[in-house]
């Protein structure tokens, strides 16, 4: 695709649940990032992906986070056993150099 | 933890003035980057400045980087109402070059 695309742009979950968000990046790009940002606030980086590497994953905050990517392309950021201060919207972004394009985000409420 | 934080957070100005924003940073980099954002969604790259550099220009948008003092400054010249979003600054780490790690932001309003 043109750009970076995340799914689903809303999730709504109740306290407790698992969820899945998905990440395709640009095509030919070895760089893949998840942050995530509240309301009002900056960017936290989450976890990195460059190529076959091991990711960089000390910007997870808890055990109940944890992403793949497959194929070094697409990237699924799993939250387990999700709670309210996980609403947050999820940023993904990749990149071929240093510049970083973003998708739109993945809304994320948890009730 | 944040690397860079962003001074002011907020700032008002009338379409036609000029715009600083001021991005401090905690550890040596290898280049700065500046974003915006829009609606709190997706960021876009608007320019990167290495840390052998000291000023880069790009349209009305110029940007300074002090190593010495770990500040950067992005300076929109006669804004307009559509310049209204978020700014944030970007550092990756010189011993990790791989990571980029986003500062607070500065929420800019421009009226008409």
């Known amino acids: 695709g043109a750009g970076v695309s995340q799914s689903p742009s809303n999730k709504v979950t109740e306290k407790g649940k698992d969820v899945e968000l998905r990440c395709d990046p640009i095509?030919?790009?070895?760089?893949l990032y998840w942050y995530r940002q509240s309301l009002g606030q900056g960017l936290e980086f989450l976890i990195y992906?460059?190529?076959?590497?091991?990711?960089?994953k000390s910007g997870l905050p808890s055990d109940r986070f944890s992403a793949e990517r497959t194929g070094g392309s697409v990237s699924t950021l799993t939250i387990q056993r999700t709670q309210q201060e996980d609403s947050a919207v999820y940023l993904c972004?990749?990149?071929?150099?240093?510049?970083?394009?973003f998708g739109s985000g993945t809304q994320l409420s948890v009730l | 933890s944040q690397q860079g934080e962003e001074d002011p957070q907020a700032l008002s100005i009338q379409e036609g003035e000029n715009a600083t924003m001021n991005c401090s940073y905690k550890?040596?980099?290898?280049?700065l980057q500046w974003y915006r954002q829009n609606s709190g969604r997706g960021l876009v790259h608007l320019i990167l400045?290495?840390?052998?550099?000291r000023e880069k220009h790009s349209g009305r948008l110029r940007v300074t980087l002090d190593t010495s003092k770990k500040s950067s400054s992005l300076l929109i010249t006669a804004s307009r109402a559509a310049d209204t979003a978020s700014y944030f600054c970007?550092?990756?780490?010189?011993?990790?070059?791989?990571?980029?790690?986003f500062g607070t932001g500065t929420r800019l309003q421009v009226f008409p």
């Open positions: 095509s030919g790009h070895t760089a």
């Open positions: 400045i290495r840390s052998n550099e």
């Open positions: 972004a990749s990149s071929l150099n240093e510049k970083l394009f």
């Open positions: 550890t040596s980099i290898n280049n």
């Open positions: 970007a550092t990756d780490l010189s011993y990790n070059t791989d990571k980029l790690i």
């Open positions: 992906f460059q190529g076959n590497s091991a990711p960089d």
